[in-house]
């Protein structure tokens, strides 16, 4: 995982910046960019992007309007392989 302290001793800034509405426009904009695509690729498949993933997947299946059933599911698939 990224450690933004280590960047420059710039990590108070950043994270200050990224919990503003303007920084998570910016943060919104990169993440559907191509750039931004492709990292969440290569993050998704390293073995520390998976474990990360694995332990935010549900929060955010929680908040999407998915059929009955189907969080579970996914849910249950993601118990069964981690």
């Not at 001793?9 to 559907?32: C, D, H, N």
């Not at 960019?33 to 998976?50: C, I, R």
């Not at 908040?63 to 969080?71: Q, W």
Request: proline share 6%; glycine share 14%; aromatic share 4%.
């Amino acid at each position: 995982m990224m450690n933004f302290g280590n960047i420059g001793r710039m990590g108070g800034a950043v994270a200050s910046y990224i919990s503003t509405p303007e920084g998570q426009e910016i943060v919104k904009k990169f993440l559907s960019s191509p750039d931004g695509v492709a990292l969440l690729k290569n993050f998704a498949s390293t073995s520390e992007g998976q474990k990360v993933i694995a332990g935010i997947l549900p929060q955010l299946l929680g908040s999407l309007n998915l059929p009955p059933g189907v969080a579970d599911m996914i849910t249950g698939a993601l118990a069964s392989r981690v």
